[in-house]
């Protein structure tokens, strides 16, 4: 065999995409939490991508540890290896806030490029360190919010307001506006180290810049949902027409719904790197055509012309 893709529904959807080849795995875990991830088939093959979305239900920690065991197992299969991690763990522990702590998002990379040659995940929180400073290997961060964009078209861009919560965000607002061309404004967000409280700062005008209009906060991450809250209870406070959320990984899947929807948001749109059933946008024909318009590392060659 000369190329395979290996994974979940996630891996099925991608092969069709690539015209290659498919092989899943099964999910065993132990009593005692161990996993124990097994391929359906045995191959020699000169060339592999894995691709792993993290279910709803699963600690992160085994998510982790079954991609690892795969990655070391393909190894011995195939020549070359692309891991694909729709939502890559730890990204966000990029530097040492307190004295004693690992640089868990650089020490993940390097377990994962053992058994890499070219990795691939979608918008990672890049904040202080972007991912070619975690990686050695080619290593490639596809942004997904011109596709997020998409599903706001019946919006008019002259009556919408595109918020990012803190300075970071100026990228995935910048990113979605690119195919929904809106102004922007950008919140500054502080959190306490030792506490976790956050606040904002934001322009004096902003009840005037925002007074009738669609209102869009994007972000690439929603956890606790603290963030996207905080920011849409201020918003709240002026007389706006409508409050939107679009960001990419839902940290806790389908419950984002519940946590998001006391604000009384029109649209709340997100994505299926992470696992979940209501998400908008799905990521394998964007992952796809990625592959397509990049030269991966050499890998363009396995591609159905
Ligand atoms: C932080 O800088 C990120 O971009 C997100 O804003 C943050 O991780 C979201 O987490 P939470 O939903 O817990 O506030």
Redesign the pocket.
Known sequence: MDKVVIGDDLGKKLGQELKMPFISFEDRIFNDGEVQPRLAKEEKTKEAILIIQKKQKENINSYLVKYLLLLRKIRDLSQKTIAIMPYLPYS?QDSVFREGEPLSSLYLAELIEKNTDVFLTCNM?E?RKKIRDLFKIPAYNVFLFEEMAEKFKEFSPSNTIVIG??R??EAFVDNFCRNFPASKLIFE?HRNKETGKVNFIYPENTGDILKGKEVIIV??????????LETAKIIKQFQIKTINFAFVHSIFGDEVIDRLAIIGPKKIIFTNTLENLHYAVDIIKPLARYFLEHNLGGFIDFYEK
């Not at 972000?219 to 996207?228: A, C, E, L, N, Q």
């Open positions: 966000r929180h904040h919560p803190d970071e965000a967000k972000d690439d991450i929603v956890s606790t949902g603290g963030t996207i």
